[in-house]
Structure formats: structure tokens, C-alpha cells
């Protein structure tokens, strides 16, 4: 196991793609300290900014300690191992990450794992925004793996979604799923407005309150139940909406009816077709 | 003497109207032909009592007055010694000084970033998801038979914007055209307007899928959106498809309101669709008159249009990282040098309150509010009126600035106060190496 | 500063020398008959090559259309940067790079003269201000005139010779090195969001043809003189079908040939020969455009060859970025240009296992070994739409090489490997042949005289690479060949070192190329031009044109027009 202790609270931007797995398994502490990392617009070695060990044998185990809110691209492009990171960390966690699994007991930034194609990142905070989204232009977020967050997600979570799941235990902000293609997106408690926006495919699952649906999408079912992944269903009354529309999307959006009685006006059109 | 200069490109708004009669007796302007309000207001008050004749260094609660030499001297140290400075403004000068401007954040290893970072930075973005269907505003001027102007109020803010390039201009192919407004008010331009469509405020972008979706004849499942029957909107609708060469612009009202860059996107993208049924064009209404000059000169020598970091030796650009207002937010800056604008007037309070309290430094030809909070101030000239450059248009048409009077005397432009700082810069780094 | 290229082997096409075993002399920028030897500065070049520095006669690499491209697709350049080093300028992008960028990778790869092939007059200042920030090279830009409407209203009166004034006019007031034409008439139908079909197909609201634009043009072009001919870019580009348009198009100025002067050159010639009537049943036109280049002296092409990657497709031609744009569904950009012009931007990947792809990756390089003559063809990518300039060295391996070839073809799609004509065709082009498509030819038809070749008097722009050509045998060593072109040993640029083993070890300006048209008296035309000014433009006269002061270094190519 390797570890690494933040000596002194950061003030500058810290990119640290090299705490990963990956790249630190094969070296020794020596080589481990003297990699360079930029603090700000100076260059350092990792020593100056943490305390670093090496315990036994589990070189793809890490973890790190400390408030590490300005420590950038950590785990990014990891391809396996696993990180755990106990306290906050800040933006691009797990970008680009291949397989392992980083922990967060924390809070996390924006773009925590974007374009992961695989592996998982669970995070027991809260994260910020454009979970799992693409680089600026790109048109391909997350294309596999897993994320879950405990607390809150803010805006345009799983943007250009192309697989994979995301599971917010808690609220998200606006834009979740934006773009997506494939996957699912799972958020327990309330979400923001414009969900799906844009969606030509893949599930969103809303089971807190809702405010509204985009006027782009139109109700196709009321179902009894809907499935998060392999044999976990939640069975309550779900309203499935079919979007975005103004993309010719097939999306499926399913908003829990119990806690939205407000969207009930949309059950006029099921009159007279099936509902279960 | 008088003296009367013509084709002066106005130095206000991204109109950047290049039509001017200035009229100069004794060094001084007395009259301006053409222009609108505010630019009749500028040339003829830009040399008022808040001037700034002399380089200013703080002393505890006062200024002192000090030579350009050492003023430069004590920015280039205070840049040089700083771990992530920013590099803040540069809408309101030119492309001249902006190219220097970048290639001392690059000497230094910085961020700059430019005004669009708090204006039309959601455009960008916007543009970037999805493209950009546009011309130049001859273009419109020529062949648009519907102008919608959306969430912007060219009467006020861009004075002869409807004038020359759209509803009142005369054209080849167009003498005749229909406006339409789309605001959250009725400003003074919905007043003009054929069709006035209020919305209720932050739903400009379920407005605009929605018309994505009628004008392909396909129906909703709800009656309003944004408060608006959708009868209305297919109103709408059909007035854009039925047109010839249709043209719409946005303001801050789309591109500052919830949703941002993605009302950006949906606005881009309706306008995209409706090109494969008739002719259309979409063009943000840029505020100040070089904010298209920084992104251009930005993209051209960075690859990026703004907010572009250099702290790791490459430009790297990734805004709500990278951009100035993110940075200051989150506290990371620890010295800033701002050109050409006034942050503290304009930026919210937190990060205006990061920026002064850090080492500043203001180059500005007046004691704008950001630069009575600096730690040294350089008075530069108006660029435009006494120093001559490049701007561009919001239609990325360059014209020419250019100097019609003399400065006050020993007073520099923005372009050599920042030549100034980056030979100092490379000498004091020279010496530390 | 003085320099003795020692002892490489010398390859100057224009002044036939092959490959000889000699000294060149550099003296103050030139190159000279000799210079003092204890004073000069030696390059040892034994076992090398050196050739006359590269010259690109159609790069997509400054101004407005190129600065979209770069705003639009930041996914392009977050991975591919150059950090700034003690003498270079940092930047990024992998098929729009950034201008400093540009310049360095070309001058790397031992070019020193670069052409801009679309200047929009309107936004001329925009592209001389980007050629200003593209080091390294001596940079021109061809200043399109197609669809402008003075040129259009000429041609409905029939004014050929109002049409040469303006044409005069235009050039002088963006500095412009030549007449660039795209998609004639397409562009103005584009207006109101149409084409045209073909030569005859009459443009929307002007009665004329794109026939008449480009005859009318080519006279323009012989009657001023001018150094380099019209530079073409068809109709109906990136069409199945669209090789008979193009025959038609070079045909159509046979008659106005000088001699044995080209007088019209067609650009990125792939994207113009499809054979087909859709994209399923797409064939190589090839051989008929060769065939016809072959027996004809009057055009000259280059060949705009598909490299399989990710890269930004841009032109004027605003019709068909929109097509390709619906065919992709990729974003898309567009940019009309009042009374002049258009343009568009999709980003675009070609991939091996896609059958039109790699259609055209055979096309590009059919048209190279099947035309004859290497001064009539030239290599390019059409920077960066059908790849980015940096590939050009693995073009030469394929050239030279056709295990090169069959390496390449055997991975792409097998329904384009059985209608490929590539198979059948055995030549492979010597490294004299590469000095002419990738320099001499390429100066020589763009009237660069300076440029190109080594002779006394030539500006001392030279590259040394890496290859001996005694020692290798192109044919089975493509992969030394093409690691020698991808970085120079040596880039010399107005007779000063400024890359070695592929560094950059100096950054220098490099001159912008203009023709400099002397014309009679202009005075009551331009009283003209300035009334009808405010009606066409929204810009004032006073503010359009390009003042030379504005070109960091000004290299005006003075030329006595008949007019």
C-alpha cells in the first residue's frame, strides 16, 4: 500500500495525474518523491507536498489523506488497483479511467470521472458538475463503468452519456443526462429541471420531485415498476416519457409519480391505452 | 485648426460602426457625425476628470506618483514572482495589445481570460457543442426577410445595430422585413415589433426546443411553454419557416439567464435545423467593441478563446476551470494584472474581493473603480481615439482603429505599457537564470 | 551570415541537377557562387539530402474560416501542444493548429514557403495578421473572387475588361497572390441557401453560368499576368459523379492557353474525381483526369490527398460543408461573406474501414502516380481538410513505395480494396520526382522564381534531410524515407539555420507574398467603386483595404498589368 499525507494546505491549482495506480506501482519511494507535479505555475516533487510510504507488498492499493479540494486529474486514466482518497479532492477525479476503483470519503469537483470507460468511482460527499461529461467540444461522455454518489450531483450529470451507470443517492442539479446516448442515470431524490435535455437514448430514472418535464418530451406509459440494473426494481408507479424530441430521440425518462402529482395532467393522453 | 476625420470606426460598442465624422479643433474633438449616443458620449467626454495622467504606485492608503520605468519595474516583479496570476480584461483595447498581453501571461506562465468570461462565454461554449451557423451582417443586411432579436435590445444597447445591418437597412434582395422579439420584457425594440413574444423569465430554452420541434410540424403534449400558448409558438414557427433568409440574435438575456451556454446550444441548434428547410443565420450581440478581437487573437495564437491557462507552459483551456471569474471564486490567484476593464465594478463581489486582495495591477486610461483598489496603476491611452489598432466586429469583420488626437502628454499606449512589463519581465528572468 | 552545405547529395529539379554530390554557398540570404571559406560557417551534409526548402501551394492555415475552425473544435488541441521553449511561442491543435504552431511544424519538416488558399476580401486584414503570426515560412494568400458580385454584374453586362480593374482592385487592396475561385456561382446560390448543378446551371438572380465565371476569370488572370494561375476548386466538389464536371471545367479554358503555360490549376483534385452516380456505387475517376492532364498542357492539379484521421474539413464552398454536415451529423459552422463569399467548417474523421474513405485515400493517389509529369501534379492534403500537413512525409513513403502502399491498403475496406485502381499500378516515384511535387513544381507553377531550386541567385531557403540516397533504396526502405521528411536535419531560411535534428533553434518572421499590380491610372474607377461602396458593403471604403503596413515583413511581387 502506498500512501501519501498532504504536508500543507494547497492555495494553487495542483495537477496530479501521477497519483494513480499506474503510474506509481512499478516505482520506488525515491522515484515516487521526485516526481515532478505542478504547483500552480512552479514545478515541484511530490514530496514537497505529501508524506509518502510504502507499506507492504499491495503496490496498486493507495491512499491519500488530506484536503486535496486543489489537487486536479488524480486517478485519471487509471486503468486498475484501487485509490482511496480520505477527504475532498477537486476536479478531473478518475478522468478518463479505464478499470479499479477509486473511493472518495469526501467530497468531490467538476468532471469527476469524465469520458470513464470503465471501473468504478463511488463517492460518499457530494460532487459537482458535469459528472462523467466530455471534455469541452467532445461529443462522447462516459462510456462504461460505474459512479455512484451519495450525496448530491450539481448540473449536467452524464452529459453525452454513451453507457455505463451513474446512481445519485441524492439530488442532482439541472442538464442531468444531457445529450445522452446509452445508460442509465439513477437519482433518488430531487432533480433538476431540463433532465434529458437533448437525450436521444438510454434511461434517466427520477424517483424524488421533479418540477417539470421539458415540453420536447412526450408521456408514452404509466408503469408499475422500473428496473435500475441487473435484477434491482423499484416497484412504485413510474411516468415513462419518450425525448428529447427536438433531437428525434428515443430516450426513456421514467418520473416517480408519487412524488410528482403535479404531472398528472399528462395521464389525459393515456386514456384509453394501457395502464398497469 | 479644425480637422475632420472620416470612416472613424467607433470605439463602443461591437458595432464597431465605421462611419464617423470626427470633427478635431485644436487637438480636442468638438464634433461627431453619425454616431449614436454613447458615441457621441465617449469622443466627446472620454477626457474627463477621471483621467489618470501619471503611473501610480500605493503608499498605505494614498498613490504616489512615479515614472512609467518604475511602475513597470514593480508590476514585472510583483507577475514574475506570483504562482498562478491572472490576466484579466482586454475587451476594450486591440488586437495589437492583446497580442502582447498573451505573450506575457505565456512568458510568466498565467491565466487570461477575457471579459467573455461573465458575457458571452456561454456562446463559446454553446458554439462549441454545436457549431455556429452565421455571417457577416452585410449578409443579413442584403437578404433577410424576418429579423428576430432574442433576449437583446438593440435599441438600447447597440443603438444603430437595426439601422444599419437589419430592420430598418435597405438591402439587395430585401427592402421589407418582419421583426420579432423574444424577451422576458417588452423593452423599447419589442415595442417596433410584428411579433412579440413574452416569456417567462429562465425558460428561453424550453422555448426554443420547443420550436425546434414545430418546425417540423410535430405537435407537443403540453398547451403552453413559458407561459405562451403554443399556438403562438407555431406562429412563430411558421413565420421562420416560410421566410426566405431569416437571421437571429441573442443577448445576455439568452446567454446570462438559466441554461447559459446550453440556451446557446438550443438556440444554435434550431437555427442549424431550420437551414434544411430554409435559409437562417444566428449572431451573439458581443458587448464591448474588441470582445471579438480577444477571441480572435486568443484562438489564433492559443488555439483557445479564452480563458487560457499557462501556468504548465502550454495554453490549456477549460472554462469553469480556467476561467477568471472560477479562479477567483475558488481563491487559487494570487496576483492579477487587468487591462482594459473594471472587474470591480462589474465581477461579483467575492471575486472581486480576491482580486484587490491580491498584488494588482491596472492598466486603464482612467481611475476606474478596479483601479483605485490597485497596488499600481498605468495610465495608457484610448485606443481608437488617440491610438490607432485593430478591432472586430460581432461579425468577426476586422476594422481598423484609429488615433485621431494626440494623447496627454507621456501618456502610452496599452500595447507599449505591456511591451514595457514583458521586456522587463524577460530581463528579470534573464537574471534570475 | 555565410554557409557551406558540405558534400550532400543535391537535388534541384529546376536547374536539373539529380542527386549530385556537391557544395552549395549561402551568402546573405541568397545562394551565391561562393563565399569565403575561412569566414563561412560549415554544414557538413554527407550522406544527405539537400533539397530547396518545401513549398505548399494550398494550406488551409490563416484567417477568418481557419480562426473558426480553431474556436470550434477545442477537442482537437487539449491533447496535441507544444510547450514554449527558450526560442518558441507555445500552441496547440493537431489539425487546426495555432499559428505559431503551424509554422514551426512545417519549418520541422523543412518547408519555408506556405500559400493560404481562401482570403475572404472582407476579412482580408484577419488572415495577414495570422500569416504575421505564422513563423518560420514566407506565407501568401489567393484572394477569392468567387461569388463577388462586381465580378458576377461585369460578366451578366459583359465587361470583361471593368471585370480586370476590379479584379486588379482587389487583389491590390487585400494583398493577394492569386485569383481563387470556389464553387462558382455556388456561392452566391448559397446566399438563399441553394447550389448549382453544373457549368451551365445559371446562378440565381445573375444571368450568368459558372462557365462564364471561370472563362472570364482565367482571362482576368492572363490579361493582369499574374505569377500563378486561377486556382480552381470545382463544382460539384465531393460528389459522386463529379469527374465529368471537372473535365468539363479544364476543358472549358482550353482555348485560352499560353503556349505551354498552364493557365488553370485545380486544387485537391481527389474531392473532383469521383466516378458514380452515389456514394455506394463510387468509383475512381482518376484515370480519365489523368489521361486528360497528360495530353493537355494547360492545367495543373494537386491532389489533396485522404489521410485516416480525425481532422476539421473547411472551404468556401458553404453548400457542401452543409452536405457533409447532414451526411455526418457532425457540428457545423458556417460563415457568409456579404457580397463576396462564403465558407464552412464540419470536423470530419476518415477511417480505413469506411468504403468512400478509403475510396478516396486510392483516388489521391492514383491521380499522383497516373499523371505523368510531377511538375502537373503536386503533393498536398489541402491542409486540413483532407488531413493535416504534418502527414505529408507518409504520403511521400507511399509515393515512393508501393510496399508503402500495399502496407496501407491490405487494412482498409475491403469493397474499396476490389474497385481501387492502386493495385494496377506499379510506379513508384523517384526522390527527384518527390523535389518536384513537394517544391520545385510547386514554385515553379505558383511563379515563385526565387523560389524552389538552389541555383545562384535563389532565395537560401533549403532543407537537409537525412537520406542518403545511394545508400537506400526508397522502394523497401519507405520507412527511413519517411522518417527523414518528418524532421529535417537541417531547415535553412534566408540563408539562416533555423532547425536542427527537427529542433527549432531559431524563431524567425518569414515575409508575406503579394502581388503588387501596376495599373494605368485608376482613379475614375475607384470614384466609381466608392459610390456603389456603401450599397454593397457595410463597411467604408477607407476602412477595406490591407495597407502594407500591416504585413510584418512585406515581400510585394511587382507585376506590369496591361491595363
Request: glycine share 8%; with cysteine.
Amino acid at each position: 500500500m502506498i500512501s501519501l499525507q498532504l504536508k500543507n494546505s494547497l492555495k494553487f491549482p495542483v495537477t496530479a495525474k501521477c497519483i494513480s495506480p499506474d503510474a506509481l506501482q512499478d516505482k520506488s519511494l525515491e522515484e515516487i518523491e521526485k516526481l515532478k507535479i505542478w504547483v500552480g505555475n512552479k514545478k515541484k516533487e511530490l514530496r514537497e507536498l505529501f508524506k509518502i510510504e510504502i507499506r507492504g507488498s499491495e503496490r496498486e492499493v493507495i491512499h491519500v489523506y488530506g484536503d486535496l479540494t486543489k489537487v486536479r486529474g488524480i486517478g485519471a486514466e487509471m486503468t486498475m488497483g484501487e485509490l482511496t482518497i480520505h477527504g475532498n479532492t477537486g476536479m478531473h477525479l478518475g478522468e478518463e479511467m479505464k478499470g479499479g476503483k477509486i473511493i472518495v470519503y469526501g467530497n468531490t469537483g467538476d468532471w469527476t470521472g469524465s469520458m470513464m470507460k470503465n471501473g468504478t468511482i463511488e463517492i460518499y460527499g457530494n460532487t459537482g458538475n458535469y459528472l462523467g461529461a466530455p471534455y469541452r467540444g467532445l461529443d462522447k461522455g462516459m462510456s462504461g463503468g460505474k459512479i455512484i454518489v451519495h450525496g448530491n450531483v450539481k448540473n449536467e450529470a452524464g452529459a453525452y452519456m454513451q453507457n455505463g451507470i451513474i446512481r445519485v443517492y441524492g439530488s442532482a442539479g439541472q442538464f442531468a443526462g444531457l445529450r445522452m446516448k446509452d445508460g442509465t442515470i439513477y437519482i433518488q431524490k430531487k432533480c433538476g429541471e431540463r433532465v434529458g435535455a437533448n437525450m436521444r437514448g438510454g434511461k434517466i430514472i427520477v424517483q424524488g420531485f421533479l418540477k417539470s418535464v421539458l415540453p420536447t418530451f412526450t408521456i408514452e406509459d404509466l408503469r408499475d415498476k422500473v428496473k435500475i440494473e441487473n435484477e434491482e426494481i423499484i416497484k412504485e408507479p413510474f411516468y415513462l416519457f419518450l425525448g428529447d424530441l427536438a433531437e428525434d430521440g428515443k430516450g426513456k425518462l421514467y418520473i416517480s409519480k408519487k412524488k410528482n402529482p403535479h404531472l398528472n395532467f399528462y395521464e389525459k393522453f393515456l386514456e384509453g391505452e394501457k395502464i398497469e | 485648426m479644425m480637422e475632420v476625420f472620416k470612416a472613424v470606426t467607433c470605439p463602443v460598442c461591437a458595432c464597431l460602426c465605421d462611419d464617423l465624422e470626427v470633427t478635431v479643433d485644436k487637438g480636442k474633438i468638438v464634433d461627431v457625425k453619425n454616431g449614436c449616443a454613447f458615441s457621441k458620449s465617449k469622443l466627446l467626454n472620454y477626457n474627463g476628470k477621471q483621467r489618470v495622467l501619471k503611473p501610480l504606485i500605493r503608499k498605505g492608503n494614498d498613490f504616489a506618483e512615479v515614472s512609467y520605468d518604475e511602475a513597470v519595474k514593480q508590476a514585472a516583479k510583483l507577475l514574475t514572482e506570483a504562482n498562478y496570476p491572472l490576466f484579466y480584461g482586454w475587451s476594450m483595447t486591440s488586437c495589437e495589445a492583446i497580442r502582447v498581453g498573451i505573450e506575457l501571461a505565456e512568458e510568466i506562465g498565467g491565466v487570461i481570460d477575457t471579459t467573455s468570461t461573465i458575457c458571452h462565454g456561454p456562446s463559446t461554449l454553446g458554439i462549441q457543442d454545436v457549431g455556429l451557423v452565421s455571417s457577416t451582417l452585410g449578409q443579413v443586411r442584403h437578404r433577410a426577410d424576418l429579423i428576430i432579436y432574442w433576449g437583446s435590445n438593440p435599441l438600447i444597447a447597440h443603438p444603430r445595430h437595426m439601422e444599419r445591418y437589419t430592420v430598418f437597412s435597405k438591402g439587395r434582395f430585401q427592402e421589407k422585413r418582419k421583426l420579432v422579439v423574444v424577451d422576458v420584457r417588452e423593452t423599447e425594440t419589442a415595442k417596433k415589433a410584428d411579433l412579440f413574444i413574452r416569456i417567462e423569465p429562465n425558460k428561453d430554452f424550453e422555448v426554443l426546443q420547443a420550436l425546434r420541434v414545430l418546425i417540423r410540424d410535430d405537435e407537443l403534449d403540453v398547451e403552453k411553454v413559458a407561459g405562451i400558448p403554443v399556438a403562438t409558438l407555431e406562429k412563430l414557427a411558421e413565420m421562420m419557416v416560410e421566410c426566405k433568409f431569416g437571421a437571429l440574435f441573442f443577448g445576455s438575456g439568452l446567454t446570462m439567464t438559466e441554461g447559459k451556454n446550453r440556451n446557446v446550444d438550443a438556440a444554435i441548434s434550431l437555427i442549424r435545423d431550420l437551414n434544411r428547410i430554409t435559409k437562417f443565420i444566428i449572431m451573439p450581440m458581443r458587448g464591448h467593441f474588441n470582445v471579438t478581437g480577444a477571441d480572435m487573437v486568443f484562438t489564433w495564437q492559443t488555439g483557445f478563446p479564452y480563458a487560457v491557462d499557462f501556468s504548465m507552459g502550454y495554453p490549456r483551456y477549460n472554462p469553469g476551470e480556467t476561467s477568471a471569474i472560477d479562479i477567483l471564486l475558488r481563491q487559487e490567484s494570487d496576483a492579477a494584472l487587468v487591462v482594459a476593464s473594471d472587474p470591480v465594478a462589474t465581477l461579483p463581489r467575492k471575486a472581486a474581493e480576491h482580486l484587490v486582495k491580491n498584488p494588482l495591477i491596472v492598466v486603464d486610461p482612467h481611475m476606474s473603480a478596479t483601479a483605485k483598489l490597485a497596488d499600481i496603476v498605468l495610465p495608457s491611452t484610448f485606443v481608437g481615439i488617440e491610438a490607432k489598432g485593430t478591432a472586430y466586429r460581432m461579425d468577426n469583420v476586422p476594422l481598423p482603429l484609429k488615433k485621431i488626437v494626440e494623447p496627454p502628454t507621456g501618456i502610452l499606449s496599452d500595447e507599449d505599457i505591456l511591451s514595457k512589463i514583458l521586456f522587463e519581465v524577460r530581463r528579470l528572468k534573464e537574471n534570475a537564470s | 551570415m555565410e554557409l557551406i552545405i558540405r558534400n550532400g547529395f543535391v537535388f534541384d529539379p529546376l536547374n536539373k541537377v539529380e542527386g549530385e554530390k556537391m557544395d552549395v554557398f549561402v551568402k546573405d540570404g541568397k545562394i551565391v557562387e561562393k563565399v569565403d571559406e575561412c569566414k563561412a560557417k560549415v554544414i557538413d551534409a554527407s550522406g544527405m539530402m539537400v533539397l530547396p526548402g518545401g513549398v505548399d501551394l494550398h494550406c488551409h492555415i490563416a484567417g477568418s474560416e481557419v480562426n473558426a475552425g480553431r474556436l470550434l473544435r477545442p477537442e482537437d488541441h487539449f491533447k496535441n501542444f507544444e510547450r514554449k521553449t527558450r526560442v518558441t511561442r507555445s500552441g496547440s491543435g493537431h489539425s487546426v493548429p495555432s499559428t505559431f504552431t503551424t509554422g514551426y511544424r512545417y519549418a520541422r519538416m523543412g518547408y519555408t514557403t506556405i500559400m493560404n488558399p481562401a482570403m475572404p476580401p472582407l476579412e482580408a486584414k484577419h488572415t495577414h495578421d495570422e500569416l504575421n503570426d505564422t513563423p518560420m515560412v514566407d506565407k501568401g494568400s489567393y484572394t477569392l473572387l468567387t461569388d463577388w458580385w462586381f465580378i458576377l454584374e461585369c460578366l451578366e453586362n459583359g465587361k470583361i475588361e471593368e471585370c480586370v480593374r476590379y479584379a486588379a482592385w482587389i487583389l491590390k487592396a487585400t494583398k493577394g497572390y492569386a485569383i481563387k475561385i470556389v464553387n462558382p456561382g455556388g456561392i452566391e446560390a448559397w446566399g438563399f441557401g441553394r447550389n448549382v448543378q453544373s457549368l451551365d446551371d445559371p446562378v440565381p438572380y445573375f444571368n450568368v453560368t459558372p462557365r462564364e465565371i471561370i472563362r472570364a476569370l482565367c482571362k482576368v488572370n492572363n490579361w493582369l499576368g499574374l505569377p500563378h494561375t486561377i486556382h480552381l476548386h470545382t463544382n460539384n466538389l465531393g460528389k459522386p459523379g463529379n469527374y465529368i464536371t471537372t473535365l468539363e471545367t479544364m476543358k472549358c479554358v482550353e482555348d485560352l492557353a499560353l503556349k505551354d503555360k498552364p493557365v488553370i490549376h485545380i486544387t485537391h483534385c481527389q474531392f473532383s474525381s469521383f466516378k458514380g452516380s452515389n456514394w455506394r456505387n463510387l468509383r475512381s475517376g482518376a484515370e480519365e483526369i489523368a489521361r486528360y492532364v497528360n495530353n493537355h498542357s494547360h492545367v495543373t492539379l494537386d491532389m489533396g490527398q485522404v489521410i485516416f484521421t480525425n481532422t476539421t474539413t473547411m472551404t468556401a464552398d458553404a453548400p457542401f460543408q452543409f452536405t457533409l454536415h447532414q451526411l455526418t451529423g457532425n457540428k457545423w459552422m458556417n460563415h457568409d461573406v456579404e457580397t463576396e463569399t462564403s465558407s464552412g467548417i464540419v470536423p470530419f474523421r476518415y477511417k480505413r474501414k469506411n468504403f468512400v474513405h478509403a475510396m478516396q485515400w486510392s483516388i489521391g493517389l492514383e491521380l499522383a502516380l497516373l499523371v505523368d509529369n510531377p511538375w502537373k501534379i503536386f503533393l498536398t492534403t489541402d491542409h486540413p481538410n483532407a488531413g493535416p500537413f504534418t502527414a505529408y512525409p507518409r504520403i511521400i513513403s507511399w509515393l515512393v513505395s508501393r510496399k508503402a502502399r500495399e502496407s496501407t491498403f491490405k487494412k482498409i475496406s475491403l469493397k474499396a480494396q476490389r474497385k481501387s485502381l492502386l493495385p494496377s499500378i506499379t510506379r513508384e516515384l523517384t526522390l527527384y520526382e518527390i523535389t518536384i511535387m513537394t517544391r520545385s513544381g510547386q514554385a515553379k507553377v505558383l511563379g515563385l522564381k526565387n523560389k524552389g531550386h538552389l541555383g545562384v541567385g535563389a532565395d537560401a531557403d533549403v532543407a537537409i534531410y537525412n537520406l542518403n540516397p545511394e545508400a537506400i533504396d526508397p522502394s523497401k526502405d519507405y520507412k527511413e524515407v519517411r522518417k527523414a521528411f518528418r524532421n529535417a536535419v537541417y531547415t535553412i531560411k534566408n540563408g539562416e539555420i533555423v532547425v536542427k535534428n527537427g529542433e527549432i533553434t531559431k524563431h524567425v518572421n518569414g515575409a508575406t507574398l503579394w502581388v503588387n499590380l501596376q495599373t494605368s491610372e485608376q482613379k475614375l474607377f475607384n470614384e466609381k467603386l466608392k459610390e456603389k461602396f456603401r450599397d454593397y458593403w457595410t463597411v467604408e471604403y477607407e476602412n477595406y483595404a490591407v495597407e502594407e503596413n500591416r504585413l510584418k515583413i512585406s515581400n510585394p511581387i511587382n507585376v506590369e498589368a496591361k491595363i
